[in-house]
């Protein structure tokens, strides 16, 4: 099992509501990433969690709320949003420390947002 | 600071002709780099790697890039596109840190196929 799964695959919410992104892999990653796409960009690292703990956080908008419940979840609270946090938001694992880490990343399918 | 360019934000090719992407990078030592490939609406797909070792490196699809410090560059290749190769490719430059992995993605190049 090599993949990274991603849910919801589309949302679409209002600037009051609360919604949560949901990723899940079970290839025994110990590090997990958010990254935010815009259309026809690159992706942008928001999150990084290694062994379940907050490593990097890339000064991301505290309306945006990352999670790691265990090794193979990672959250992202949502609320409060603008318009402009419509973007594709992509989830990843990785090897971390003292797994023989060889530096790349798998990628799972992204949730589109839509903020109205 | 990592950057990474690629100086073609589009390239046309016909189907069965040769490819090739540029990619410059920039890092404070041995940098990592990576080949992602992304059709629309999808997440990132790993084409190939390089850390070490054999500057050549061969990915899936047929693809290849070669690493040449001298020039800091990661040039992706195929011999001969496919239809199927019309997408985003994004070249990255990353390095190990105590927390995971930090990439650093260029702008993309988009690739179409002309049949």
């Known amino acids: 099992d090599t993949e990274v799964t991603q849910t919801p695959k589309h949302l679409v919410m209002g600037m009051t509501n609360k919604k949560s992104l949901k990723c899940e892999q079970h290839?025994?990653?110990?590090?997990m990433y958010w990254y935010k796409q815009k259309a026809k960009k690159p992706p942008e690292l928001m999150f990084v969690?290694?062994?379940?703990?907050?490593?990097i956080n890339e000064s991301v908008p505290s309306r945006f709320s990352p999670e790691c419940p265990n090794s193979s979840l990672l959250n992202l609270h949502l609320h409060a949003l603008q318009p402009e946090d419509s973007a594709l938001y992509l989830c990843a694992s990785s090897q971390s420390r003292g797994q023989g880490n060889t530096g790349e990343l798998f990628f799972g399918e992204g949730s589109r947002l839509t903020v109205l | 600071a990592q950057s990474v360019t690629q100086p073609d934000i589009h390239i046309t090719v016909s189907e069965g002709a040769s490819l090739e992407l540029r990619c410059n990078y920039s890092?404070?030592?041995?940098?990592?780099l990576f080949w992602y490939v992304q059709s629309p609406g999808q997440g990132l797909q790993l084409l190939l790697k390089?850390?070490?070792?054999?500057?050549l490196v061969q990915g899936i699809k047929g693809f290849e890039a070669e690493f040449k410090r001298s020039q800091s560059s990661f040039n992706l290749r195929k011999p001969s596109v496919h239809w199927s190769d019309a997408a985003e490719y994004f070249c990255?430059?990353?390095?190990?840190?105590?927390?995971?992995?930090?990439?650093?993605f260029g702008t993309g190049t988009q690739l179409k196929v002309e049949l």
């Open positions: 290839m025994g990653h110990r590090a």
């Open positions: 969690y290694s062994y379940e703990k907050l490593s």
């Open positions: 890092y404070g030592a041995t940098p990592y």
């Open positions: 390089y850390f070490s070792g054999d500057t």
């Open positions: 990255a430059v990353g390095g190990l840190t105590g927390g995971g992995n930090k990439l650093t």
